[in-house]
Each structure stands twice: as C-alpha cells, then as structure tokens.
C-alpha cells in the first residue's frame, strides 16, 4: 500500500519505513542555448546512518512529454561523501529536465550516522563560513542557549531559533546569512538552518547543513545535524528548527555540507541569452512502513 503522505502512518515510531522520492528540475529558455554543464546533488546518499538508497535513475529529457536522451555524464562523491552527478548536455532548443526517481529505507536499529571522534574538532563543522558567520545577535542567542550537556545546548538552540525567525518566502534569497536572516527576524528553512548553524558555531558546537524532503512538503527541506560525543566517537544527531523539532521519519536526507553553498539540488552554467527559468517539482511517498 502506498501511503501519499504520513497521514495515518506512526513514522516516528515506526521501526522500518521505505520511501520513494520524485523530483523533477525543469529549466526553460527563451532561445536555443548550447553547453548547458549542470552539477546536481538531488540524489540520495548511498548510506546515512538508518537511511539506505536502494535504486535510483535519473533521467534527461528535452522536451515536457519527450523520451529521456543521452548525454556525457559524470558521477561520483564529493568531499562529505554526498553523491554528484555532472551533465553536460550539447544543445537545449527551449527546455531541459531532469528527472529522479529513488527509492529509499530507513531502520531505526541502525541509528544516526556514526562519525570518529575526530568529528568533535572538524574545522569544517565548527568554522563559520560566510553564510554561518556570527555577529553580535548570534553570539547573544548562543550565550542564552547555554547548558553544560551539549545534546541539550543543541536543543536550546534549536528551540531558540524557531521562537527567532517567522516563517516568510520571499523575505530572503539563497545569498542571504544567517546574520541577515536573524536581523529581519524572517526566513525560510534554509535560513533556519543557517541560524542554527551560526549560533552552534559560535559557542562551539560542529554542526552541518542537511538537504532533504520533508514528507507533506511540496518543495525540498534544509535542517541542521549537530555532532555529539557518543562513547569512544560521536553521532550526528538531527534538529529541524524551522518547525523546533528533531527530525525523524518523517525526513529523508539528501546531502549534508557546511551550508547550502555546499550543496545545491542543482547549479551550472550554459551558452546563450540570460534568462532560464526553473521549475521543481516534488512528491514524497511512503511505501511500507513497519
């Protein structure tokens, strides 16, 4: 039985769950343009800690009812060992999709991601970057998160966060930082993400930018792992603080990096007069759940 969304379904108490993600990218042109190089990271890690890739097939297509085209294409992982796929596709007349199918399980016996304990001092996950950069108002919110456990100073911040930005789209933009989001008062999740991540970072605290779905949205998802001391390494524990809560079964990750910088669904260039357009789509679903 497919269930279209976590309605009905007990996902955070679920043991097992399986899902399938479908997601489209479609770029329109006003003229013909040629070169189109596009980098996307939209497909699923092959592991992340309980969540498993199955299958997955990405498809390219130039036209909206067209069969799917080969073209020179480039995989691999990046440095976080997110998966990356590069395209490059000769000549587009008026629009170009690509198109991703994945199916997906998660267990929760397996727990979150396991890291070394090395982790707990990653340059990366504590330097800010120059979306993550503090400023006064950050430093303010991270003194008030304060506790002597960092799972619950992780919490404080996340709970901080909610209560310090309203949710409104169109307030900010994929260039905006945390430190302008936090002073408008007003973001999206990405700007959530950033936050969190400048406040962890500026008491801290390694944390990362995860990029994902969460099941009921119609558009991709962004939330924060923060790493913690766990016996002899450390684990990655999930925090959504657009919605003040942990991220559970409900979320499928993608990718994670130091900020959306890192990871964007999908970026690149192409020869021809400015002006493409994209439109994305997405659709969750819940296959089996146990």
Do not use: K
Request: net charge positive; aromatic share 6%; hydrophobic share 40%.
């Amino acid at each position: 039985m497919i269930y279209p969304s976590p309605m009905g379904t007990d996902l955070d108490n679920a043991a097992r769950v399986t899902y399938r993600v479908e997601q489209t990218f479609r770029y329109a042109y006003d003229s013909p343009v040629t070169s189109v190089r596009q980098r996307l990271v939209c497909v699923p890690r092959a592991r992340h800690g309980d969540q498993a890739r199955r299958r997955h097939r990405l498809s390219v297509h130039l036209a909206p009812d067209g069969p799917a085209v080969r073209v020179p294409r480039r995989s691999g992982r990046d440095r976080a060992g997110n998966s990356v796929l590069r395209v490059l596709v000769p000549s587009v007349t008026s629009s170009l999709e690509f198109r991703l199918v994945a199916e997906l399980s998660r267990v929760r016996a397996e727990g979150p991601p396991r890291l070394p304990s090395a982790a707990l001092r990653d340059p990366s996950l504590l330097r800010p970057t120059r979306l993550t950069a503090a400023d006064d108002r950050v430093r303010t919110l991270a003194s008030g998160c304060a506790a002597a456990d960092p799972l619950l100073f992780a919490e404080n911040i996340n709970h901080a966060v909610r209560h310090a930005l309203s949710y409104r789209p169109g307030a900010t933009g994929v260039t905006t930082t945390a430190a302008q989001a936090l002073a408008l008062g007003a973001g999206v999740c990405q700007d959530y993400a950033h936050v969190m991540l400048a406040v962890c970072r500026a008491a801290g605290i390694p944390a990362r930018y995860v990029s994902g779905h969460l099941i009921g949205e119609g558009a991709s998802h962004a939330w924060v792992e923060v790493v913690v001391p766990s016996g002899d390494g450390a684990v990655a524990l999930a925090f959504d603080p657009c919605n003040d809560r942990r991220a559970g079964f409900s979320y499928v990750t993608v990718a994670t990096g130091r900020d959306y910088a890192d990871i964007p669904p999908t970026s690149g260039t192409y020869v021809g007069a400015p002006g493409g357009r994209l439109v994305s789509t997405q659709t969750v679903s819940v296959l089996d759940c146990a």
